[in-house]
């Protein structure tokens, strides 16, 4: 599977839903599986967590 890197991945980490995540991706000219996109949406989520607990 892919790795996401720069822009994008900062894009998809600035989601709150993976419906978004894959309107982002997709934007961006990646089609991904069922499964590889909630692979990608839960590291976005992950993301999401460490920067709220960070506040």
């Given at each position: 599977?892919m790795?996401?890197?720069?822009?994008l991945?900062?894009?998809?980490?600035?989601?709150?839903?993976?419906?978004?995540?894959?309107?982002?991706?997709?934007?961006?000219?990646?089609?991904?599986?069922?499964?590889?996109l909630?692979?990608?949406?839960?590291?976005?989520?992950?993301?999401?967590?460490?920067?709220?607990?960070?506040?």
């Amino acid at each position: 599977m892919m790795e996401l890197t720069g822009k994008l991945k900062e894009q998809v980490e600035q989601t709150e839903t993976k419906e978004e995540a894959k309107v982002v991706i997709e934007d961006a000219g990646f089609k991904l599986t069922d499964e590889e996109l909630d692979t990608i949406a839960g590291g976005a989520a992950t993301a999401r967590r460490s920067r709220s607990k960070g506040r």
